[in-house]
């Protein structure tokens, strides 16, 4: 280590760092094309594909937060029965058309909504914190997806499931928050 002089070793161990905890989280998210944040914007219910009970409940609430944080000043959410945990009550279709002409009548722009796959504590003696989400921004007058992503994330045992899905979120979000 002769050559290497104390701010490079700290440069080395920082990206070392870097590397090790870019390997938690996955994120795959499309460019927001024209998307704007004054525009009126929905949140409506996330199907649940996990064996963990509310879980688009949880994602719902969370990312209605950070886009409301992110200045998404005119966010409505769905006032209507949003039970789309797929395991017990069968497919979510019905319950998103039924949201999406809610939010028709409503006036509403932009629908954000999407699933969960993973909302979990791994098994095993760490018992890591681990999250997986699909989010699609639905134009609400044709009805297409406009953008989506999807994205992945696990912890480190002491962290939290709610922290884990926060940051999530939030990083599949961001492309939104930056019009």
Not at 57 to 71: P, T
Request: proline fraction near 4%; charge should be positive.
């Amino acid at each position: 280590m002769k050559g290497l002089r104390a701010g490079n070793i700290y440069r080395l161990i920082g990206a070392m760092l870097l590397a090790v905890l870019a390997g938690c989280s996955t994120i795959d998210a499309g460019h927001a094309p024209g998307l704007s944040k004054t525009d009126n914007w929905a949140v409506l219910p996330m199907a649940n594909y996990t064996e963990t009970p509310e879980a688009g409940k949880r994602a719902e609430s969370i990312a209605q937060s950070v886009l409301q944080q992110d200045g998404f000043a005119n966010l409505w959410q769905y006032p209507g029965d949003n039970d789309t945990d797929a395991l017990l009550n069968g497919h979510p279709n019905a319950a998103r058309a039924k949201a999406l002409a809610w939010a028709r009548k409503a006036g509403v722009r932009y629908a954000l909504t999407g699933s969960v796959q993973e909302w979990r504590y791994k098994v095993g003696v760490d018992g890591e914190p681990v999250a997986g989400l699909t989010f699609d921004v639905i134009d609400v007058s044709t009805g297409k997806t406009v953008w989506s992503a999807t994205g992945s994330r696990s912890g480190w045992s002491r962290s939290s499931l709610a922290g884990v899905g926060q940051t999530l979120i939030r990083q599949l979000l961001a492309p939104l928050a930056q019009r």
